[in-house]
């Protein structure tokens, strides 16, 4: 077996002294994770050995073999070890001396979480068992032509946040993931991917979700977030069993996931001649049919119209039409003419079948100091008729109303739809 190593030099001085004996070839020898993570690309590798340091086991190193496919075994000495491969999204680590003996029953003295004798206090301890509900799911889709699908992504989840909800924002976009910067996260370490890589090992608990999604400070009303890829080549690790996997997760852990997707619905299948390969959009697909709310999000302009009704036809293809609400965004007179919210559902109607659409007007100041605060609508602009409108889309979207809701929606729409006309 070729095998390359990222462990401590008296380790490695072992493993490559007997490796004829045991009839493996040592391929690279490398200092720390991150080196062995620049080349892995190039090396005709089948295994990777780790050492559960932190100068070894990396999160770089993790990426790279799991966007290659690359198996890695992951030896930890100690507990101390063993949470930093817990930190990292590694589940399965095996206990012991470095040495080619590990290869012949790994399974042996594989661990799936720290020292039983150990503190339940300390890192990657798992959580106390709690009362589980399912959690709502809603996934924002919108074609392509920058509709808006980010920026109500993360002015809904500050909506759910706000009726005192536990809410995870997640961005599984795999063309364009841009949920991070909106909102001043600036860490490379993609949360969703993580968790997706967690979920394929059966490793994804509790203990990992909080470990991965992110809290962005200085928001009004908290909410969770899980990153998205900042390199589109990374697309692999976005495999559809693992997003499946994740949102079962999730389900359990909040009460609300508002999931970001990206426009294509494109299934290449048929065009692909390995029917094992990854596909590029496995993961909106597959967010969009596990989701139970859609917010289908058009731009509410001359371009943006025609390009959302011909990509709703296929986007009901894939998801069902009770599960749909259209949202036409940035909906202002002046790309309309006169009249823009009832020309709008005449449209809509005429050409979609689309009956009843939420508008939500353009108010460019508000969304300016959103992006430029990297906060939320709701945090921006609480008085915005744009955020009054999100606000009234995510009642709506809510299994049951709270007590009262209804006439605040209500006084909601008939304040902006009076600006629209």
Same mark, same amino acid.
């Given at each position: 077996m070729r095998v390359a190593l990222a462990v401590p030099l008296e380790a490695e001085r072992n493993l490559v002294g007997t490796a004829d004996y045991f009839g493996h070839e040592v391929v690279a020898q490398c200092s720390g994770g991150d080196e062995l993570a620049v080349r892995l690309a190039q090396l005709p590798v089948e295994l990777v050995i780790v050492q559960a340091t932190p100068e070894h086991l990396t999160s770089r190193l993790v990426e790279a073999a799991d966007a290659l496919g690359v198996r890695m075994l992951v030896v930890a000495a100690d507990d101390a070890q063993h949470r930093q491969a817990s930190r990292v999204g590694i589940v399965d680590v095996v206990r012991g001396r470095t040495d080619w003996s590990l290869l012949e029953d790994p399974e042996a003295a594989a661990v799936s979480g720290p020292d039983p004798d150990a503190s339940p206090d300390a890192p990657g301890a798992p959580?106390?068992?709690?009362?589980?509900?399912?959690?709502?799911?809603?996934?924002?889709?919108?074609?392509?032509?920058?509709?808006?699908?980010?920026?109500?992504?993360? =002015?809904?989840?500050?909506?759910? $946040? +706000?009726?005192?909800?536990?809410?995870?924002? %997640? *961005?599984?976009?795999?063309?364009? @993931? &841009?949920?991070?910067?909106?909102?001043?996260?600036?860490?490379?370490?993609?949360?969703?991917?993580?968790?997706?890589?967690?979920?394929?090992?059966?490793?994804?608990?509790?203990?990992?979700?909080?470990?991965?999604?992110?809290?962005?400070?200085?928001?009004?009303?908290?909410?969770?977030?899980?990153?998205?890829?900042?390199?589109?080549?990374?697309?692999?690790?976005?495999?559809?069993?693992?997003?499946?996997?994740?949102?079962?997760?999730?389900?359990?852990?909040?009460?609300?996931?508002?999931?970001?997707?990206?426009?294509?619905?494109?299934?290449?299948?048929?065009?692909?001649?390995?029917? =094992?390969?990854?596909?590029?959009? $496995? +993961?909106?697909?597959?967010?969009?049919?596990? %989701? *139970?709310?859609?917010?289908?999000? @058009? &731009?509410?302009?001359?371009?943006?119209?025609?390009?959302?009704?011909?990509d709703h036809a296929e986007l009901l293809e894939v998801v069902e039409p009770e599960r749909v609400a259209v949202v036409v965004n940035k909906v202002r007179q002046g790309a309309i003419g006169l009249n823009p919210a009832g020309q709008l559902r005449q449209t809509l109607a005429r050409f979609g079948g689309i009956e009843h659409p939420l508008l939500v007007p353009w108010d460019a100041t508000a969304f300016d100091a959103a992006l430029l605060g990297a906060r939320p609508l709701a945090d921006a602009a609480p008085r915005s008729a744009a955020r009054l409108a999100v606000r009234e889309l995510a009642q709506a979207l809510l299994p049951s109303a709270r007590p009262g809701a209804r006439s605040e929606r209500s006084r909601g729409r008939r304040g902006f739809e009076r600006r629209l006309a």
């Open positions: 959580l106390a068992p709690a009362e589980r509900r399912t959690g709502l799911v809603v996934a924002v889709w919108g074609p392509h032509g920058a509709p808006g699908r980010s920026s109500l992504a993360i =002015a809904l989840a500050a909506e759910f $946040a +706000a009726d005192g909800l536990r809410t995870v924002l %997640a *961005d599984a976009d795999t063309h364009a @993931a &841009s949920i991070a910067p909106a909102l001043g996260l600036l860490d490379e370490a993609p949360g969703f991917a993580a968790a997706c890589r967690l979920a394929g090992l059966g490793g994804l608990d509790d203990a990992q979700l909080d470990r991965l999604a992110v809290l962005p400070r200085g928001l009004r009303h908290p909410f969770r977030v899980l990153t998205g890829i900042g390199r589109s080549a990374r697309w692999p690790e976005l495999g559809a069993e693992r997003v499946a996997g994740a949102i079962a997760a999730l389900r359990l852990w909040c009460e609300v996931l508002v999931v970001d997707v990206a426009a294509s619905l494109e299934q290449d299948d048929q065009f692909a001649s390995d029917v =094992a390969a990854p596909r590029r959009n $496995a +993961a909106g697909l597959e967010v969009l049919r596990a %989701a *139970d709310r859609v917010v289908a999000v @058009a &731009s509410g302009d001359p371009v943006g119209i025609p390009r959302f009704l011909h």
